[in-house]
């Protein structure tokens, strides 16, 4: 092997390597950030992890919370004296 294409060899694992990392640590972010929002919102929060599903995970997610009935909403509000407590 000639060094000319060790070295390419080199940068393009290291460029690999690196996308890798930014990719993984981008769909713990997503996971995460999705996790607190279906939380807040009633749901079990590891439907986040469907965020892990490639392409269609992150749209599946959106799709449940845009159309679907979220469980936060169906409880009752505590009231004190008439006015909803904040």
């Known amino acids: 092997m000639s060094p000319d294409n060790a070295n390419a060899?080199?940068?393009f694992g290291g460029m690999l390597a690196t996308i890798f990392l930014v990719g993984a640590v981008l769909t713990v972010f997503f996971v995460w950030?999705?996790?607190r929002v279906f939380q807040?919102?009633?749901f079990n929060g590891a439907l986040g992890l469907?965020?892990?599903i490639p392409?269609?995970?992150p749209l599946i997610c959106l799709l449940i919370l845009a159309f679907g009935t979220w469980p936060i909403e169906q409880q009752?509000?505590?009231t004190h004296g008439g006015m909803p407590m904040a």
């Open 55 to 57: 392409t269609f995970g």
């Open 50 to 52: 469907l965020c892990l």
């Open 76 to 78: 009752p509000v505590p």
């Open 33 to 35: 950030c999705f996790w």
């Open 40 to 42: 807040r919102a009633g």
């Open 9 to 11: 060899l080199g940068v």
